[in-house]
C-alpha cells in the first residue's frame, strides 16, 4: 500500500514545510559547507601564471599573482589548509567570521526553492509510484528519489556554480559577474551547467540512496506504529544516518564538481583561453593522480560533519511541518 501520509496535505503546504527547513538549515550549515568547498578545491601547489579571482573582503579588489610576488602574506600562507580545524581557525583569523556564511544569499536563493520543489515532487512521485504499482514499496523512494533530484539539478545548477565560486574563492558579486560574463562569452550559456556532470552523478545516486536508506531506518525505528505517526526525533535520527552513508559514497563526485567550477575563475593571467572541460572519469584519475586517493575524499570531515545534522534537520522539519499542516486542516471546519 502507498504512504497516506500526504493525506490532506496540499503540495503547497508540503513546498512551504521543506522550504522552511532549507532556511533553518543552510544558517546552521553554511560554514561547513564553506570549510569543505576550500579543502576540495585546493590543489597540491599553485601554478604560475594565474590570474587568481581571491578576495580577502567583499567589497576589495582583485588579487593579481602572475608570479607571487603581488601576493600578500594571508594568500601565500595561511590559505594553504592542513585540514579541517585548521580550514576554520584560519578563515575566521584572515578574512573574518563573516566569511563563513559566505555565499549565503546565493545559498538561500538556490536551496530554498530547490529544496520545496524536491521534496514535493519526491513525496508525489512516491504516492504515485506506490499507487500505480509501477515499483514495490522497497524501491518506490529510490526511484521517486533520483528522478526528483535529477529535475532539481538541471534546473539549479547555475546557481550551485555561483555558490561554490562565492564559497570557494570569496570573490566579490561584481568580480563574480564578471567571472560568469567572461564564461558565457567564451564557451556560450553551456558554461553555466559546467558542474552539471559530476554534480549529478553526486546527488541523483545520494538521493537515491538516501530515500532508501531513510524509509528503511524509519521503518525499521517506528515498530508497529502507523508510518503518518513517525515522531520528529525518529526522522531526525533516520535522516542523519541515511545522510551519512549517502555523503560517503558519493564524496568523490562532490570533490570533482567543486574543482570544475572552481576552475571557471582560473583564467590565464595574459590572455583568456576557454577551458578544456575534462569528463569527469578524467578528472578523477588525475584528481588520484596529483593528490592520491585521499584526494578523492578531500572534504571528508566538515561533508559528513555537515551531511548528518543537515540530513537530520532538514527531514525532521520537513515531517515537523506535515504534520502541522495535516493538523491544522483537520481542525478546519468542513467547508472552508
Known amino acids: 500500500m502507498a504512504d497516506q501520509d500526504l493525506g490532506g496535505i496540499s503540495p503547497f503546504q508540503q513546498m512551504v514545510a521543506s522550504g522552511a527547513g ?47 610576488t603581488r601576493c600578500t602574506t594571508w594568500f601565500r600562507d595561511p590559505t594553504r589548509f592542513t585540514g579541517t580545524l585548521d580550514a576554520f581557525v584560519k578563515i575566521v583569523r584572515h578574512e573574518g567570521t563573516r566569511t563563513l556564511w559566505s555565499g549565503l544569499p546565493a545559498t538561500l ?82 558554461s553555466l551547467w559546467l558542474g552539471w556532470g559530476p554534480t549529478a552523478l553526486r546527488d541523483v545516486p545520494f538521493s537515491a540512496l538516501y530515500w532508501f536508506n531513510y524509509e528503511l531506518v ?5 515498530g508497529p506504529r502507523p508510518k503518518d505517526q513517525t515522531s520528529v526525533g525518529i526522522s531526525f535520527v533516520a535522516g542523519g544516518i541515511s545522510g551519512t552513508v549517502a555523503a560517503i559514497l558519493t564524496l568523490p563526485f562532490d570533490v570533482v564538481k567543486t574543482q570544475r567550477q572552481v576552475a571557471l575563475g582560473a583564467v590565464e593571467a595574459v590572455r ?55 493538523r491544522l486542516n483537520r481542525e478546519k471546519p468542513l467547508g472552508h
Not at 33 to 52: E, F, I, M, Y
Not at 300 to 316: E, H, N, Q, T
Request: proline share 6%; hydrophobic share 45%.
Open 218 to 222: 524509519k521503518r525499521w525505528l517506528n
Open 272 to 326: 583568456v583561453k576557454p577551458p578544456r572541460v575534462d569528463s569527469t572519469w578524467l578528472l578523477l584519475r588525475r584528481i588520484r593522480a596529483e593528490s592520491g586517493t585521499k584526494g578523492l575524499f578531500a572534504g571528508f570531515l566538515p561533508r559528513i560533519i555537515k551531511a548528518a545534522p543537515s540530513c537530520a534537520i532538514m527531514i525532521s522539519t520537513y515531517e515537523f511541518g506535515k504534520s502541522f499542516f495535516q
Open 22 to 68: 532549507a532556511v533553518v538549515t543552510s544558517l546552521f550549515m553554511t560554514p561547513l559547507d564553506v570549510v569543505k568547498v576550500r579543502l576540495q578545491s585546493q590543489r597540491p601547489s599553485v601554478a604560475n601564471g594565474k590570474c587568481l579571482l581571491y578576495c580577502n573582503g567583499v567589497l576589495e579588489p582583485l588579487y593579481l599573482c602572475p608570479n607571487g
Open 109 to 190: 536563493v538556490m536551496t530554498v526553492p530547490a529544496t520545496a520543489v524536491y521534496f514535493t515532487a519526491y513525496d508525489q512521485l512516491k504516492t504515485f509510484l506506490c499507487g500505480q504499482a509501477l515499483t514495490s514499496d522497497l524501491y518506490a523512494p529510490m526511484v521517486a528519489g533520483a528522478l526528483a533530484r535529477l529535475g532539481t539539478v538541471t534546473v539549479i545548477s547555475p546557481l550551485e556554480l555561483v555558490r561554490t565560486k562565492l564559497q570557494a574563492q570569496h570573490v566579490s558579486y561584481r568580480e563574480l559577474g564578471t567571472c560568469v560574463r567572461a564564461a558565457v562569452a567564451q564557451g556560450g550559456w553551456r
